[in-house]
């Protein structure tokens, strides 16, 4: 439940990301709250747009609060999947995009407590194996993806995805962005047919090009049951990729340091507790790989994804 928030705040929500699990704890309740405390507000967005910086970069924690930016301050009640947001008296001047991304962590808050992880990962499904790739910006997720699709295979999500275990206790791993987004580089990876329905967008001023899951049904898939984890690391030395079989120690290790830590910290050690078996099962039930992606995923990449997904599941 949000209240508060404005229908176009809701709205962005909606068109930014896909519908959380129905296991999400129903008593869930996120607050705005108009006025609240703080410094005199400016925009953190018209601060970060011009260096390209996200307004995370102003994220601060004091005490039990996590203070997004001067005069806005997200307060998570620990232990409970409650929260509260308030925000200085002058809220004209909240950006959508700032508005989507409060709202994108208190929904991850909410998972949180019912046992889901939100994980900055991909995950794609080729020739019937599942995989769930692992790593920072930039280290190429969105092109393997795109490579995915080059070859056949359909896409999960290519930067957030939602961990959780099924009825049985199985990973499963669910898609909580509702586009796929490609820069210059991966953009011409893409199937020609598939070309013809982007959509070109500007992030904090650079060109990018979604692919919206309505518009291109057959190259999404909601969630799939992971069976590799890869920890993926972009090497542009190499032409083309090495992999090496991690412990469950490490895999895990990857796992988390792909997590929002807010959740996984000792200050909300219910969260941590909810949280912890499901990356647990996952390593354990699941291979994990480092691989160290060159630069033949750009200029053979068909063939390169289908010897990689080849090699992680002998």
């Not at 620990?78 to 700032?98: K, M, N, Q």
């Not at 989507?100 to 499904?125: D, I, K, N, P």
């Not at 994990?288 to 002998?314: I, N, Q, W």
Request: aromatic share 6%; net charge positive.
């Amino acid at each position: 439940m949000l209240e508060g928030f404005s229908e176009e705040a809701l709205g962005g929500l909606r068109a930014f990301m896909v519908r959380a699990p129905a296991e999400v704890p129903g008593a869930s309740v996120y607050r705005v709250v108009f006025g609240g405390g703080g410094a005199p507000y400016r925009t953190a967005v018209d601060r970060a747009s011009p260096t390209r910086r996200p307004f995370q970069r102003y994220l601060r924690r004091k005490n039990e609060d996590l203070v997004l930016m001067p005069g806005c301050r997200l307060h998570f009640v620990p232990g409970r999947p409650e929260a509260l947001l308030e925000i200085r008296a002058r809220v004209s001047r909240v950006d959508g995009f700032v508005l989507t991304s409060l709202l994108e962590l208190a929904l991850t808050h909410a998972l949180a407590m019912g046992g889901y992880v939100v994980s900055h990962a991909a995950a794609f499904e080729l020739d019937g194996v599942a995989v769930l790739a692992v790593g920072p910006t930039r280290a190429g997720k969105s092109t393997l993806c795109a490579s995915v699709l080059a070859a056949g295979g359909a896409v999960v999500s290519d930067d957030s995805v939602i961990l959780g275990l099924d009825r049985a206790g199985a990973p499963v791993v669910g898609a909580l962005r509702r586009n796929f987004w490609l820069r210059d580089g991966s953009v011409d990876l893409l199937p020609g047919e598939l070309r013809p329905v982007l959509r070109e967008s500007d992030s904090f001023g650079e060109k990018r090009w979604g692919l919206d899951r309505e518009a291109s049904p057959r190259c999404f898939r909601p969630a799939a049951g992971p069976h590799a984890i890869v920890l993926l690391r972009r090497d542009r030395r190499l032409r083309d990729f090495r992999f090496r079989k991690l412990s469950a120690a490490d895999g895990l290790v990857g796992l988390i340091l792909a997590t929002s830590s807010l959740y996984l910290s000792s200050r909300y050690p219910i969260e941590q507790e909810r949280c912890m078996p499901t990356l647990t099962r996952l390593v354990e039930g699941v291979p994990c790989f480092e691989v160290r992606m060159g630069r033949a995923l750009v200029e053979d990449p068909v063939e390169t994804v289908l010897r990689l997904v080849e090699g992680v599941c002998r």
